[in-house]
């Protein structure tokens, strides 16, 4: 098993500039997410900003293909944060896995379904394919809300969700070919499809639905026996955070999400800019309300997930202490 994802590291580690020359302060670790939306911004302005070096941290970050994936290294001991969909999360501890999630970046929703060409209503969705990156995953539990929201049941629609593994690029690759016919896309992005004349059948834009998303989470081990590590990043993330939502930094962070996003026309990279200022959490707490609510969708898609403990599956702690100390609130008026 160790073999394995020694693999797999060596296979998806990328060099993206997430390795500032090391001092005697700082501590070596690995770092992974399968999420290549702009629901990563924090994560590439960190990046960008040298901010996991300010905090101690010479991070190594690995792309993984799919986020269960990164569960299983954080378990091995092979990656020490990860950030994936909170649905991941609550399908690990079924089994008990030691993973915990430490940080939301996002409650409010802002995807769009975006469906073929030739999809323009929802009695056209009947007996037709929906791209997710796995049973249980953001794109899943997403497109599962946009459906009730249709007021369509996939079981009485014949509606079949499809797993295409990877990053929601594999999932836009597979809508262009037509090998699926809708999927769910995240803000400016699904947007652009809009544009581009694949329909949006749902926007939840707006619409008030909320649904954790987008989790920083570890394991207790780590958390237990190197909490300054945690603390680490949980400090990168949050000065991260203030930097996007300072309006001063409002060109440097639309350039940024821009190039990660590969977008070239200015008014997309504006719209990545809002969606993202619009979506994000400026104090990033785990949302146990949330997780509940979260849960019992999840429940629906598999009946086992109705023992698992959400209140074991979060720990606010360390945001709560960064909120508590001041520390929110300094990095906010920088």
Avoid: C
Avoid at 258 to 268: E, G, T, V
Wanted: aromatic content about 6%; glycine content about 8%; charged content about 20%.
């Amino acid at each position: 098993m160790a073999l394995y994802h020694r693999k797999i590291l060596f296979i998806f580690a990328l060099a993206v500039g997430f390795l500032p020359a090391q001092s005697p302060a700082q501590i070596k670790s690995n770092f992974s997410s399968s999420i290549t939306s702009e629901s990563m911004a924090a994560v590439w302005i960190a990046r960008d900003r040298g901010l996991f070096k300010k905090y101690g941290l010479d991070v190594q970050y690995i792309l993984m293909p799919r986020s269960p994936l990164a569960v299983s290294a954080l378990v091995a001991g092979e990656i020490d944060m990860a950030v994936i969909g909170p649905g991941h999360l609550v399908n690990a501890a079924v089994g008990g896995t030691d993973v915990i999630g430490i940080a939301n970046f996002a409650q409010k929703l802002d995807y769009r379904l975006n469906t073929r060409p030739e999809i323009k209503k929802k009695e056209d969705l009947r007996g037709k394919r929906i791209a997710i990156s796995g049973p249980g995953s953001t794109s899943h539990l997403v497109s599962l809300l946009a459906l009730q929201h249709l007021a369509l049941d996939p079981n009485a629609a014949k509606i079949a969700f499809l797993t295409i593994s990877g990053t929601e690029i594999n999932r836009r690759l597979a809508l262009e070919s037509g090998s699926i016919d809708a999927t769910t896309l995240n803000g400016s992005v699904g947007d652009l499809y809009g544009q581009k004349g694949y329909p949006v059948l749902f926007n939840f834009k707006g619409s008030g639905v909320t649904m954790p998303q987008t989790m920083l989470v570890t394991t207790r081990r780590l958390a237990s026996t190197k909490p300054q590590v945690v603390e680490a990043y949980a400090k990168t993330i949050v000065e991260a955070i203030a930097v996007m939502f300072d309006p001063a930094n409002k060109e440097t962070v639309t350039r940024t999400i821009a190039s990660n996003l590969r977008l070239s026309n200015p008014s997309d990279a504006e719209e990545a800019y809002q969606s993202v200022i619009n979506s994000y959490e400026r104090v990033p707490y785990p949302s146990l309300e949330g997780m509940h609510r979260l849960h019992g969708l999840l429940t629906t898609i598999n009946p086992k997930l109705a023992g698992v403990k959400i209140d074991t599956v979060v720990d606010p702690s360390f945001i709560s202490k960064l909120d508590s100390s001041g520390f929110v609130q300094s990095v906010s008026k920088r």
